[in-house]
Each structure stands twice: as C-alpha cells, then as structure tokens.
C-alpha cells in the first residue's frame, strides 16, 4: 500500500506562483494531481507517467502549470505560474501502479493523498 504526502499549499495572490509537492512511499508508474471545490466534482489538473516522463495537462491550466518529477525521491511536484482566483481548490496528489484509461478520471487512480489547499486572491 502506497502512502502520499502532499506538502507546500498556501495562499497567493493573482499572478502570483506555488509549487506543491507529493512525495510516495513506494515506486508508482503515474502520479496525478486532482483539484476540487466545494459542491463540484474533483478535476485532473495533471499527470506524469514516472517511468517515461510522458505529461498530460488540463486545458485550464496548460501552459501555466508544470508536472515534474524527482524519481530519486519518490516526489512529484506541481509548479503553479501565473495563478488565478479559479485556481483555488483543494489539491490532491493520486497514484496507480500503472497508466491505463483516462488520466482525468478519480476512478483510475488507487492511491490518494490528503489534499493540501491553495488559495488565490
């Protein structure tokens, strides 16, 4: 059983940068980030498959925000540029053992972290 920690949240204002990170606990072959407000439906944000680097992004954020991973430390992180008051959500790292189906979809993924938040003002 994978663990993830998801760290470096905060507040920001318009324009403004973060990065969040996502450290596992074990090796896993795609690593998510998943955002949700209040009242609607968790969203993929972004995606990273961790054995060939291949990345995939929402058309909300792409262009603006970076997947990267450090393999060495089982991290994935998420650079936030750029960001925007409908950015502010709840981030939640998610992980599988291997990719397969859509990326976006919650359902796909076994391993989730407890969310960490970011607000942008």
């Known amino acids: 059983h994978v663990q993830l920690v998801e760290s470096g949240g905060g507040s920001v204002q318009t324009g403004g940068t973060l990065r969040i990170s996502c450290t596992a606990s074990g090796d896993t072959y795609c690593m998510a980030w998943f955002r949700q407000v209040p009242g609607k439906k968790r969203e993929g944000v972004a995606m990273i498959n961790t054995q060939i680097g291949t990345t995939y992004y929402s058309d909300l954020v792409k262009g603006r925000f970076t997947i990267a991973q450090d393999n060495a430390k089982n991290t994935v992180y998420l650079q936030m540029n750029n960001l925007r008051p409908e950015d502010t959500a709840m981030y939640y790292c998610?992980?599988?053992?291997?990719?397969?189906?859509?990326?976006?979809?919650?359902?796909?993924?076994?391993?989730w972290g407890q969310g960490t938040q970011v607000t942008v003002s």
């Open positions: 998610a992980a599988e053992d291997y990719c397969g189906g859509s990326w976006d979809l919650e359902v796909n993924y076994l391993y």
